[in-house]
Nanobody
């Protein structure tokens, strides 16, 4: 069993930065891939970024590539999402998730956090 708690969301102006953290509990966390997803009001949950269990491989949605960076520290049971050059369209609730399947689809993930709100003002 893995439990996930996101933090670091908030209100930021366009062009600003935020770092989201995903804290995990559970001894097997380091064996899971971790993804970040986001969901804006009235929209479906969408893939943002993912990282393999080892941290050697990372994956990004085209909309955030070059602006967001995902990383992890397995010794601390933490995964991070550094978000730079934020845009109003990045406004959403951001969720981290852990799973053993592919990286891009929500149904491939077994465990989810409660989400953290990110609001980018223009």
């Amino acid at each position: 069993q893995v439990q996930l708690v996101e933090s670091g969301g908030g209100l930021v102006q366009a062009g600003g930065s935020l770092r989201l953290s995903c804290a995990a509990s559970g001894r097997t966390f380091s064996t899971y891939a971790v993804g970040w997803f986001r969901q804006a009001p009235g929209k479906e949950r969408e893939f943002v970024a993912a990282i393999s269990w080892s941290g050697d491989s990372t994956y990004y949605a085209d909309s955030v590539k070059g602006r967001f960076t995902i990383s992890r520290e397995n010794a601390k049971n933490q995964v991070y999402l550094q978000m730079n050059s934020l845009k109003p369209e990045d406004t959403a609730v951001y969720y981290c998730a852990a799973g053993l399947g592919s990286y891009y689809y929500p149904h491939e993930y077994d465990y989810w956090g409660q989400g953290t709100q990110v609001t980018v003002s223009s």
